[in-house]
T-cell receptor, first 108, second 116 residues
Framework: QKEVEQNSGPLSVPEGAIASLNCTYS??????FFWYRQYSGKSPELIMF????GDKEDGRFTAQLNKASQYVSLLIRDSQPSDSATYLC????????FGQGTILTVHP | ETGVTQTPRHLVMGMTNKKSLKCEQH?????MYWYKQSAKKPLELMFV???????ENNSVPSRFSPECPNSSHLFLHLHTLQPEDSALYLC???????????????FGSGTQLSVL
């Protein structure tokens, strides 16, 4: 079983819709959770982090964490073509472990 | 601009060459990292320097050799690489460091390496 698992996609959503990106992890001792966005040909940049169960909102982005079910998700409301990128989930136990990323395409 | 600068952006080398990748961070961070990114694979941590002390060597082949002369600079020395080493090599830094749960990474733009 992979330590951090993401559906590689591509996930395609129309402009204005909600994009839902999911990530599951194997280690119940995981303490903190991060979402990075990587545009094609660019390096990853941190967009969200969450430590506690529940939701955390920042603008159009909402991170959701459920430790009992061992998943973390990222919701993007009012998706824009500029949100098209690969989204990397990262989970910290004793070290930071990345998933392989989900490709998101937002079409006009 | 993230405050982490990597050079060169692109590198093509033969298997017998020796080259070095350079990374400089202007953020005053305490930890610096080398990651390898290959197509369709997760980011792989190679090396970490926490307060200039190497704390991670993730079973990386000895043909990769890191050097951290001070808290702002990081090098990755390459020699006798294999074609399967072709990948994007990313440098990153973090203020919090590897012992923190709040380990937020700032990445450089990467070096795209091709080994012929």
């Amino acid at each position: 079983q992979k330590e951090v698992e993401q559906n590689s996609g591509p996930l395609s959503v129309p402009e204005g819709a909600i994009a839902s990106l999911n990530c599951t992890y194997s280690d119940r001792g995981s303490q903190s959770f991060f979402w990075y966005r990587q545009y094609s040909g660019k390096s990853p940049e941190l967009i969200m982090f969450i430590y506690s169960n529940g939701d955390k909102e920042d603008g159009r982005f909402t991170a959701q964490l459920n430790k009992a079910s061992q998943y973390v998700s990222l919701l993007i409301r009012d998706s824009q073509p500029s949100d098209s990128a690969t989204y990397l989930c990262a989970v910290k136990v004793w070290k930071l472990t990345f998933g392989q990323g989900t490709i998101l395409t937002v079409h006009p | 601009e993230t405050g982490v600068t990597q050079t060169p952006r692109h590198l093509v080398m033969g298997m017998t060459n020796k080259k070095s990748l350079k990374c400089e961070q202007h953020l005053g961070h305490n930890a610096m990292y080398w990651y390898k990114q290959s197509a369709k694979k997760p980011l792989e941590l190679m090396f970490v320097y926490n307060f200039k002390e190497q704390t991670e060597n993730n079973s990386v082949p000895s043909r990769f050799s890191p050097e951290c002369p001070n808290s702002s600079h990081l090098f990755l020395h390459l020699h006798t690489l294999q074609p399967e080493d072709s990948a994007l090599y990313l440098c990153a830094s973090s203020q919090e460091g590897v012992t923190s749960n709040n380990e937020k990474l700032f990445f450089g733009s990467g070096t795209q390496l091709s080994v012929l």
